[in-house]
């Protein structure tokens, strides 16, 4: 009779091992994915709000919390990027005088955005979560105020419409799962 070899004895306690893991990291990511399904079923854009929250790895094992801070991450981010690019339009030499006005308006409502977003992001921290919700819908304001001033300006509304309206909807995305935070 030949001896085992500890190869034999490897092999199939690896395997076994490996298939464990694969079933725990399968019901982990089924369990967020439910989780941000959750979430986002209070959202008014359920689409946008499952693929940005998604579009996150650390989503994937994030609790409710952790979910609400990558959607307030996403939004502040956002906010950034719509800033940069309303400087970067701003040095175009050649801007109509109507559209510099509301675009330099725009720059420091988006500036007061990220600041609100910020102390959201410092409210969650605390629990906070009525601090967080007031903030939130406060940088949503900001936007909604940029979009108005084109408006009301005669200014084309198209320059930053499409920007302002993903801000909000990344907003929306945070007040969802503020919502349910909150719920307890």
């Known amino acids: 009779m030949k001896p085992i070899s500890s190869f034999s004895l490897l092999l199939p306690l690896t395997i076994f091992l490996f298939t464990i893991y694969c079933h725990h990291t399968i019901a982990i990511q089924s369990a967020n994915t439910d989780l941000i399904a959750k979430v986002c079923m209070h959202s008014a854009h359920n689409d946008i709000c499952i693929a940005s929250l998604e579009s996150e790895p ?8 952790g ?3 990558i959607a307030l991450r996403l939004a502040t981010s956002n906010a950034t990027d719509t800033s940069a690019y309303i400087i970067q339009s701003l040095k175009n030499a050649t801007i109509d005088p109507v559209i510099e006005q509301c675009l330099s308006d725009c ?13 959201s992001l410092a409210a969650l921290t605390a629990k906070g979560y009525g601090d967080v919700n007031t903030w939130v819908k406060a940088a ?3 936007a909604q105020a940029c979009e108005d001033g084109f ?10 419409s499409h920007r302002n309206n993903m801000f909000k909807q990344l907003c929306n995305n945070a007040l969802a799962a503020i919502h349910l935070l909150a719920q307890g």
């Open 107 to 119: 720059s420091e409502h988006y500036l007061d955005a990220t600041e609100q977003l910020d102390d």
């Open 58 to 65: 650390a989503s994937q094992k994030a609790d409710l919390h």
């Open 67 to 69: 979910l609400a801070l």
């Open 140 to 142: 949503i304001a900001d």
């Open 151 to 160: 408006k009301e300006q005669g200014g084309n509304s198209t320059v930053l």
